[in-house]
């Protein structure tokens, strides 16, 4: 495909799987009769929720012996891991009836759905506009505002992964339905906030997803923002698109005029269009939200959704004895229950009341960072235990390790921990922690600490240190005896006199040349042995 000239303005999309079309009978009246609400999955009560969310990498007990080099590799699998909490069975719901509310208004095989594509195209105001509130209030759309390093962006991914991104429709009911239903699109929201980008983002998505040519045919140089918008409608309509997800809204701070521009277009496509759109961002998004978009956005059903860091709640000691009835613990425990499982060091550590604690201050309970420190205390205990009995997860760790890998969070932690929200209200971005760095400062100080490898005579050829808690093999008798370096040098080794190195040997104790040595021993033939006859009368 020819580049487009904006491609500055792209980003590579999320992509999701594509299925045929198969058609499930619905109980909600409202449902039935509708191609793209019956090609979807069937809704999921809160247990099939769970499991479906649910990831947990294979872990085998047997690994915490490895070589440490081994381990510094396992201990990344704990970032596979994927715990459901309640606040992934709301989200998930919230986009089960979301996405279905916005197909009940564009029912492909209604009467005038087709026809009257162009009019609701076409009807759409100017990016310049700023348009009014609908009387009409359907629950389309919410926004999604957290803290950075939630699991804001991770979670709403893992919840579209639970539906086909495109739905290939061939034939319902007996008659020709040839269309390719995107069920969702989820970009991020232009660096620069305006609506031009947000465009060519659109079609270079669509056409990365459909192997389409939207971009080059749409997007021209010379296609003005006006133009644009529109078409961008249009492709929502003939491609059936359930849902779109704007993330980093909170890029529109401190951009008023491209960001009103922007969010006006949002409720344009939601208002004209029945295709609900959810914005997600950090606390730096509220600025923009809650000033003049607040009044020209349409009410919804779904309510916005405030994705705070986790609250530590009460630590539930596991009695299985006690008579009182048993408390659940709170999602700060089940998320460290479930993390704890991934443990690397000889030692086992189990999670302790005070591990949590000291987990949460230093973390406050944001995701990323607890999964990271803790992955880094590991490694922090590997590389620096000796001997491996004294590999231990400890309170001391966690804050060593919090205290190098967080320094530039620190300011934003200690505006958590006096609930300073004036400030936090303006945090920027956090960056997460990239685990790469340390991974290989401890591959090198294992290097330092650590013997250079040598073959193991009781072992054969293979050098790798025998596993934690396994028995040295017996020493073997006879020549298999271990010597000292001194003797080793002193010992002659004798050789056959047809061997080449007794020549070379009997050369190192002598005047002669190693060359000459050998050429004597009879080891270097004629060169003419190996020509044939012609080669010879030649």
């Given at each position: 495909?020819?580049?487009?000239?904006?491609?500055?303005?792209?980003?590579?999309?999320?992509?999701?799987?594509?299925?045929?079309?198969?058609?499930?009978?619905q109980?909600?009246?409202?449902?039935?009769?509708?191609?793209?609400?019956?090609?979807?999955?069937?809704?999921?009560?809160?247990?099939?929720?769970?499991?479906?969310?649910?990831?947990?990498?294979?872990?085998?007990?047997?690994?915490?012996?490895?070589?440490?080099?081994?381990?510094?590799?396992?201990?990344?699998?704990?970032?596979?891991?994927?715990?459901?909490?309640?606040?992934?069975?709301?989200?998930?719901?919230?986009?089960?009836?979301?996405?279905?509310?916005?197909?009940?208004?564009?029912?492909?095989?209604?009467?005038?759905?087709?026809?009257?594509?162009?009019?609701?195209?076409?009807?759409?105001?100017?990016?310049?506009?700023?348009?009014?509130?609908?009387?009409?209030?359907?629950?389309?759309?919410?926004?999604?505002?957290?803290?950075?390093?939630?699991?804001?962006?991770?979670?709403?991914e893992?919840?579209?992964?639970?539906?086909?991104?495109?739905?290939?429709?061939?034939?319902?009911?007996?008659?020709?339905?040839?269309?390719?239903?995107?069920?969702?699109?989820?970009?991020?929201?232009?660096?620069?906030?305006?609506?031009?980008?947000?465009?060519?983002?659109?079609?270079?998505?669509?056409?990365?997803?459909?192997?389409?040519?939207?971009?080059?045919?749409?997007?021209?140089?010379?296609?003005?923002?006006?133009?644009?918008?529109?078409?961008?409608?249009?492709?929502?309509?003939?491609?059936?698109?359930?849902?779109?997800?704007?993330?980093?809204?909170?890029?529109?701070?401190?951009?008023?005029?491209?960001a009103?521009?922007?969010?006006?277009?949002?409720?344009?496509?939601?208002?004209?269009?029945?295709?609900p759109?959810?914005l997600?961002?950090?606390?730096?998004?509220?600025?923009?939200?809650?000033?003049?978009?607040?009044?020209?956005?349409?009410?919804?059903?779904?309510?916005?959704?405030?994705w705070?860091?986790?609250?530590?709640?009460?630590?539930?000691?596991?009695?299985?004895?006690?008579?009182?009835?048993?408390?659940?613990?709170?999602?700060?425990?089940?998320?460290?229950?479930?993390?704890?499982?991934?443990?690397?060091?000889?030692?086992?550590?189990?999670?302790?009341?005070?591990?949590?604690?000291?987990?949460?201050?230093?973390?406050?309970?944001?995701?990323?960072?607890?999964?990271?420190?803790?992955?880094?205390?590991?490694?922090?205990?590997?590389?620096?235990?000796?001997?491996?009995?004294a590999?231990?997860?400890?309170?001391?760790?966690?804050?060593?390790?919090?205290?190098?890998?967080?320094?530039?969070?620190?300011?934003?932690?200690?505006?958590l921990?006096?609930?300073?929200?004036?400030y936090?209200?303006?945090?920027?971005?956090?960056?997460?922690?990239?685990?790469?760095?340390?991974?290989?400062?401890?591959?090198?100080?294992?290097?330092?600490?650590?013997?250079?490898?040598?073959?193991?005579?009781?072992?054969?050829?293979?050098?790798?240190?025998?596993?934690?808690?396994?028995?040295?093999?017996?020493?073997?008798?006879?020549?298999?005896?271990?010597?000292?370096?001194?003797?080793?040098?002193?010992?002659?080794?004798?050789?056959?006199?047809?061997?080449?190195?007794?020549?070379?040997?009997?050369?190192a104790?002598?005047?002669?040349?190693?060359?000459?040595?050998?050429?004597?021993?009879?080891?270097?033939?004629?060169?003419?042995?190996?020509?044939?006859?012609?080669?010879?009368?030649?």
């Amino acid at each position: 495909m020819t580049k487009n000239p904006d491609d500055s303005h792209q980003t590579l999309a999320l992509q999701g799987r594509h299925a045929i079309a198969t058609y499930l009978e619905q109980a909600i009246v409202c449902y039935q009769g509708n191609p793209f609400i019956e090609a979807l999955p069937p809704i999921l009560t809160e247990d099939q929720v769970i499991e479906a969310l649910a990831r947990y990498p294979p872990y085998n007990e047997a690994e915490r012996y490895m070589p440490s080099h081994l381990r510094l590799h396992a201990i990344q699998n704990a970032l596979q891991c994927f715990v459901p909490l309640p606040v992934h069975i709301d989200l998930e719901q919230r986009f089960s009836r979301m996405i279905r509310a916005g197909y009940q208004r564009r029912n492909p095989i209604a009467p005038g759905f087709w026809s009257g594509l162009e009019v609701k195209c076409d009807s759409l105001a100017t990016s310049t506009t700023i348009v009014g509130n609908s009387a009409v209030s359907l629950p389309l759309g919410f926004t999604i505002i957290g803290f950075p390093g939630v699991g804001k962006s991770t979670s709403v991914e893992a919840v579209l992964s639970l539906y086909p991104q495109v739905i290939y429709h061939n034939r319902y009911k007996d008659r020709d339905f040839n269309v390719a239903q995107i069920v969702w699109l989820k970009l991020e929201c232009p660096f620069d906030g305006s609506p031009r980008g947000l465009c060519l983002n659109f079609f270079h998505a669509i056409d990365q997803i459909l192997g389409t040519n939207y971009e080059f045919n749409y997007a021209g140089v010379r296609r003005t923002t006006d133009e644009l918008l529109p078409k961008m409608a249009r492709l929502t309509q003939i491609h059936g698109l359930g849902v779109l997800v704007i993330d980093e809204i909170n890029r529109l701070s401190g951009l008023r005029g491209s960001a009103l521009k922007l969010l006006s277009f949002f409720v344009q496509l939601t208002n004209s269009m029945g295709v609900p759109v959810v914005l997600v961002g950090t606390y730096k998004a509220k600025l923009v939200l809650a000033g003049e978009f607040h009044q020209i956005r349409r009410g919804t059903g779904q309510g916005d959704l405030v994705w705070d860091r986790m609250e530590e709640g009460e630590w539930v000691e596991d009695a299985p004895n006690d008579t009182k009835p048993k408390q659940n613990p709170g999602v700060w425990q089940l998320l460290l229950e479930s993390l704890w499982t991934y443990q690397y060091t000889h030692v086992a550590c189990p999670l302790t009341k005070e591990l949590a604690h000291v987990l949460y201050e230093e973390t406050q309970g944001i995701t990323d960072f607890a999964a990271k420190i803790y992955m880094l205390a590991q490694i922090r205990a590997i590389v620096t235990a000796r001997p491996p009995e004294a590999e231990v997860i400890t309170a001391d760790i966690i804050r060593s390790v919090a205290r190098d890998s967080l320094k530039q969070a620190q300011r934003v932690l200690a505006a958590l921990r006096s609930n300073d929200t004036e400030y936090l209200s303006t945090v920027p971005d956090i960056n997460p922690i990239s685990l790469d760095p340390y991974i290989q400062q401890a591959e090198k100080d294992l290097k330092k600490t650590q013997p250079p490898s040598s073959t193991n005579p009781a072992r054969g050829q293979d050098s790798s240190p025998i596993p934690y808690g396994e028995k040295p093999p017996p020493k073997l008798n006879g020549a298999r005896k271990t010597k000292s370096k001194r003797t080793k040098k002193r010992e002659k080794v004798g050789y056959e006199a047809s061997d080449l190195r007794a020549a070379s040997a009997g050369a190192a104790s002598a005047t002669t040349s190693v060359l000459d040595a050998i050429q004597e021993a009879g080891h270097f033939g004629e060169a003419s042995e190996y020509m044939d006859e012609n080669e010879k009368a030649g």
